[in-house]
């Protein structure tokens, strides 16, 4: 029914010249009118435009365009708020298992009597062992709109148990993760950018001794962007006054470049700021500036390249438009924007080379390159996946076997793993048939002590505690860590 419409719509040779809108609009409405009369289905009139007319207007513009149905809007508002709804519960999801980590105090899972180590089996009789993780992903994400029931295997208990949980708003904090990982050097890690993340960063880094801090680990990874203000704040934290952060250019948008405010007083650390190919539009923004003003060394790898400005348009009956309305280029003149593919968008001819050159220079006289994205100063890849480490993840071993270690063992935050530890997990995986050679297991065995530790910590502490074991392993931050105690 509907794809009739859109043909009509799509058809080229039946369209008037372009700036003859009445009759265009006309000929949307009749062609409306005609599936509304005569389709084999009633079809709503929802249906019709907020899932086809409107967004198909849209799908040939670019990939970041969209249209918000009521539901769809009033979310968006709530997650520039950084708030959502959710049980306030952390969990590892695994193919076929989801397993509590931690409970956050005051909210539905805490309340219900959920604990660390706590495995799901089934939520609102979906059962979760036949799920694989996109499935999983998704199930997850619809159990948070209403109220779950949830079926539930603790270890040690003989009887399934039962749990009803009503979700609640909760508040996510932007800057989620805040320690010292070397001598004076600090990490933070930014999830993402809403309307506290400045004032959270500021906090964070206070937290850590301000301006006595040696070095800071500015961790931008899978950080997807947000407000663009929350960019502008965040930046300013490190840039002299005056210093310029971004420029925007479009064709209905007066260029502007948004500096630092002259009244700014940034701090002076030394500086690392980790990126990878999920780091995106507002978090490539305080990267970029941060790479042209030689402010920082960037590491990890190439960034996502989301340099599109995107106008949110409130419109009637409580629905809403992004639309891309400009482009973002970094205080050197390099377009953020990755080209688009010219066979799918029209937009594509002029976002695809919005830069005439492509070598740029940073403050020092550096060469840096456009074309999409922040490429890093040095690329560090994270390790790869071995058989050993994949068998243990994808059989939930090590989290198991926290579990289990935690229900004879108490522990303090000065808890090392032991050789009798090993031994122990060792002998844990051999009964779930995951039989290593000694070379092998010998090689891993450092891998292993961390991952041990990082699931007791979870479960123990929480995870705000297991990740910090966790970064000790990970060989972006260590050669951050590095490059910052020279």
């Known amino acids: 029914m509907f794809r009739f419409t859109v043909i009509l719509l799509c058809a080229a040779p039946l369209l008037p010249a372009a700036d003859d809108l009445p009759s265009q609009v006309k000929r949307v409405m009749d062609a409306y009118a005609i599936v509304e009369g005569n389709a ?41 708020a950084s708030t959502q709804k959710g049980f306030g519960s952390v969990v590892s999801i695994l193919p076929g298992r989801v397993i509590v980590l931690q409970t956050l105090p005051g909210t539905p899972s805490a309340r219900s009597g959920l604990a660390p180590g706590d495995e ?10 036949r799920l694989d993780l996109d499935d999983l992903t998704r199930l997850l994400s619809q159990s948070r709109q209403r ?18 949980l ?17 001598a004076g050097i600090g990490y933070v890690r930014v999830s993402s950018f809403d309307e506290k993340t400045g004032g959270q960063l500021k906090e964070a880094i206070e937290k850590l001794g301000g301006d006595r801090l ?19 704040e965040t930046a300013s934290l490190f840039l002299p006054p005056g210093s310029k952060i971004v420029t925007v250019r479009g064709r209905h ?26 780091t995106a539009s507002a978090s490539e923004i305080v ?31 409580q629905a809403g438009l992004a639309l891309t309305t400009a482009l973002y280029y ?31 220079r940073t403050d020092k006289g550096r060469l840096v390159t456009g074309g999409g994205g922040i490429q890093p100063d040095i690329v560090v890849y994270p390790p790869l996946m071995n058989r050993l480490r994949a068998a243990l993840d994808a059989s939930a071993s090590f989290t198991d076997f926290a579990t289990a270690w935690l229900r004879q063992n108490k522990v303090t935050e000065d808890f090392e793993i032991t050789p009798q530890i090993l031994d122990a997990f060792q002998a844990f995986a051999i009964a779930r048939r995951i039989l290593p050679g000694v070379a092998e297991w010998s090689a891993e065995r450092e891998f292993v002590r961390n991952r041990i530790k990082t699931e007791i910590f979870n479960q123990a502490f929480g995870v705000e505690k297991g990740d910090e074991v966790e970064a000790h392993r990970d060989p972006v931050i260590l050669k951050a860590v590095e490059l910052l105690g020279l």
Not at 120 to 129: G, H, P, Q, R, V
Not at 289 to 307: F, N, W
């Open 214 to 232: 040696a070095g800071l680990v500015l961790d931008l990874r899978n950080n997807p962007g947000g407000l663009v203000t929350a960019a502008l």
């Open 166 to 182: 009503t979700p609640e708003e909760l508040q996510s904090p932007s800057v989620d993760r805040v320690f010292f990982i070397g």
């Open 147 to 164: 109220q779950a029931q949830l079926d539930v295997r603790r270890p040690g208990a003989a009887r399934m148990m039962h749990f009803v």
């Open 287 to 317: 990267s970029g500036a941060m790479q042209d003003h030689d402010r920082a060394t960037i590491l990890g790898e190439p960034s996502y390249g989301k340099g599109l400005v995107q106008s949110v348009f409130p419109l009637t009956e």
């Open 40 to 80: 084999a289905e009633p079809i709503a009139s929802e249906q019709a435009f907020y899932q086809g007319a409107i967004p198909g207007l849209l799908r040939s513009l670019d990939p970041h365009s969209v249209f918000f149905d009521p539901g769809q809007f009033d979310q968006l508002k709530k997650m520039e």
């Open 120 to 129: 799901i089996l089934a939520i609102n009789d979906f059962d979760i062992s």
């Open 330 to 360: 970094t205080p050197s003149g390099r377009s953020i924007q990755k080209p688009l593919d010219a066979a799918r968008f029209e937009l594509a001819a002029t976002t695809s080379h919005p830069n005439a050159q492509s070598e740029f």
């Open 253 to 278: 948008v007066p260029e502007k470049s948004e500096v630092v405010p002259p009244d700014a007083k940034p701090y002076g650390c030394k500086l690392a700021i980790l990126v990878n190919e999920k």
